[in-house]
């Protein structure tokens, strides 16, 4: 075990774990931060997408102990108060189905915005690529983030 100091969104935290722990279990188990989802464990379904530093990133393989000095930022701390324009545009959209893969897809949405915040509808597929729903939502998503984009000017 290591104690391994973390900010999480805007917080300085400190956490003791196993510097392998993957950040996705520090976040769930340790902070209490519910909202990032373990999927598939291998990176490959994007529930457990956080921002570090900005990026999106998948959790459920970074060990902790890369972490470092990077900013973690999860749902819960995407905005204060739910009203971030992702987050607006999939109410809007009635994008949630079950809602398990939406902290990702919305994670993956938010990152892809700030690099292209005036996507094409093929960039959209691109940059969704690999956020697995389920409830196979991928058109009210595209919508959500077309109608995102376009608040956000």
């Known amino acids: ?3 391994i ?3 999480v969104n805007n917080k300085m ?5 196993d510097p392998n722990t993957p950040v996705l279990w520090v976040l769930r188990d340790h902070l209490n931060l519910a ?8 990176a490959q379904c994007g529930a457990c997408t956080i921002h570090l530093d900005g990026e999106a990133t998948r959790s459920c393989i970074l060990p902790v102990s890369s972490v470092g000095d990077k900013k973690i930022t999860t749902i819960e701390g995407l ?16 994008v949630a189905q079950c809602g398990y893969c939406q ?7 938010a990152a892809f915005l700030k ?4 996507p094409s509808d093929e960039e959209i597929v691109s940059a969704m690529n690999g956020n697995i729903c389920r409830c196979a ?3 009210r998503i595209r919508q959500a983030i077309k109608t995102a984009a376009a608040a956000e000017k």
Do not use: F, R
């Open 1 to 3: 075990m290591e104690k």
């Open 5 to 7: 100091s973390l900010n």
């Open 13 to 17: 935290v400190s956490v003791e774990v």
């Open 35 to 42: 909202g990032t989802k373990y999927g598939c464990g291998v």
């Open 79 to 94: 905005s204060a108060q739910g009203d971030h324009p992702v987050q607006q545009a999939w109410l809007e959209h009635d």
């Open 103 to 109: 902290a990702g897809q919305i994670m993956t949405a």
């Open 115 to 118: 690099k292209n915040p005036d």
């Open 137 to 139: 939502t991928y058109m």
